[in-house]
Structures are given as structure tokens and as C-alpha cells.
């Protein structure tokens, strides 16, 4: 089974780009080994939403939260992307 990881880094290319993404996949693989999973945008939200936005435009400084709904899809397909699958 997979689980989608967690944000370690936002970065903006404008008010409405995604220019990076990077995920914590130490933290994942933790929470994998104990069971929890990460599966949907909602639970995936719920762990992320205080992750800050760094680079251009005007979310840079705010918190994925403030970001409306079309960027924080696009952060999490991005982290989906790049699920992590569990290491026997």
C-alpha cells in the first residue's frame, strides 16, 4: 500500500504555478511503520496545512491553508506523485 507524503518544502513560481514541491519521506515511511496511511486530499490537507509557501507571488508567506483550493490540489498531486510505498 502507498501514502502519500508529507510537504517538506512549497515553493511558488507566481500567484498561480507550483514551481517545486519536496516531500518528507523519512517522516512518511515513519508513519507507514506504524499503521497510518495516508490515502485521500482531505487526510493529506489535514497533516499539511501549516506548511509555509516560500518563493513568488501572494501566497509566498502565507500557509497552504490561506492558498486557495486549486493550489493546494496541485501540491497534492504533486506529493502524489511521489507516494511512498511500504519497505518490507
Known amino acids: 500500500m502507498k501514502s502519500i507524503p508529507d510537504v517538506s518544502r512549497v515553493e511558488m513560481a507566481s500567484d498561480d504555478d507550483v514551481y517545486e ?5 523519512e517522516t512518511t515511511q515513519i508513519y507507514i511503520e506504524d499503521g497510518e496511511y495516508v490515502t485521500n486530499f482531505e ?17 509566498s508567506g502565507k500557509k497552504l491553508w490561506q492558498a486557495t483550493q486549486k493550489i493546494q490540489r496541485e501540491v497534492y498531486r504533486m506529493c502524489k506523485a ?7
Open 21 to 25: 514541491v519536496t516531500v518528507d519521506v
Open 43 to 59: 487526510d493529506w490537507l489535514e497533516r499539511n496545512d501549516d506548511q509555509r509557501i516560500s518563493g513568488w507571488g501572494k501566497w
Open 82 to 88: 511521489q507516494a511512498v510505498e511500504e519497505v518490507a
